[in-house]
């Protein structure tokens, strides 16, 4: 599993972007586009980190795959700052 960074606003537990988070991180399970065998390891594409500001952005996209969820997320999120 890669180590926490939220792909909205790539704060990590290693590199703090905004000191004001709460460090605290959560992996959102988006819909599979690839079939992993059972011994498999490593990095689902369909997990993806969020940091506890911008995981509500997340609700109502995990049957999108992950590809398509960020891109609503970070087209909302330039929707906002415009």
Not at 50 to 79: K, V
Request: charged fraction near 20%; proline fraction near 9%.
């Amino acid at each position: 599993m890669m180590p926490p960074e939220c792909v909205a606003c790539a704060q990590s537990t290693t590199r703090k972007r905004n000191p004001s988070g709460t460090g605290k991180f959560t992996v959102v399970y988006f819909h599979p586009t690839v079939d992993y065998p059972d011994d498999w390891a490593g990095h689902p594409e369909s997990a993806v980190w969020f940091c506890a500001e911008h995981l509500p952005l997340t609700e109502g996209l995990t049957h999108l795959t992950a590809f398509d969820a960020i891109d609503r997320i970070r087209t909302r999120l330039t929707q906002v700052e415009a």
